[in-house]
C-alpha cells in the first residue's frame, strides 16, 4: 500500500494563499496517479484535481480551476497544492489521494489509498 501525509493546512483570509504537501510512501511513487478532493461539513468528497505519474497533466474542478495548481516532486515523493486566491467556500478537510492506474479520475472510489485529511478554513 502507498501511505500518505498531508500537511500545510490552516486558517487564511479570503484572498490569501495556502500550499498543501502529500508525502508518499511504501510503494512506487511514479507509478501513480495523484489526486486532490475536499470534504466540507455535511457534503460528500468533492474532486478538486489529477496530475498524472509525469507531472505533465492536469486535470481540475471548474471551481477551482485558474486559482489551484497540482505539481508532484517524484524525487521527494512528494504531491503539492498551490491554492491561491482562496475564497470562504473552499473552507473543507482536503484529502490526498493515490491511484495505481494509468489514468486520473475525478471519483473517489477509484483511488487506493488517502491521506488523513487536513483542514483548510478560509475566512471572510
Known amino acids: 500500500q502507498v501511505q500518505l501525509v498531508e500537511s500545510g493546512g490552516g486558517l487564511v483570509q479570503a484572498g490569501g494563499s495556502l500550499r498543501l504537501s502529500c508525502v508518499a510512501s511504501?510503494?512506487?511513487?511514479?507509478?501513480?496517479?495523484m489526486g486532490w478532493f475536499r470534504q466540507a461539513p455535511g457534503k460528500g468528497r468533492e474532486f478538486v484535481g489529477t496530475?498524472?505519474?509525469?507531472?505533465?497533466?492536469?486535470n481540475y474542478a471548474d471551481s477551482v480551476k485558474g486559482r489551484f495548481t497540482i505539481s508532484r516532486d517524484n524525487a521527494k515523493n512528494t504531491v503539492y497544492l498551490q491554492m491561491n486566491s482562496l475564497k470562504p467556500e473552499d473552507t473543507a478537510v482536503y484529502y490526498c489521494?493515490?491511484?495505481?492506474?494509468?489514468?486520473?479520475?475525478?471519483?473517489?472510489?477509484?483511488?487506493?489509498?488517502w491521506g488523513q485529511g487536513i483542514q483548510v478554513t478560509v475566512s471572510s
Open positions: 489521494g493515490a491511484r495505481a492506474d494509468v489514468g486520473g479520475s475525478m471519483w473517489p472510489a477509484d483511488y487506493d489509498s
Open positions: 511504501g510503494r512506487t511513487f511514479r507509478s501513480y496517479t
Open positions: 496530475i498524472d505519474w509525469s507531472g505533465g497533466s492536469s
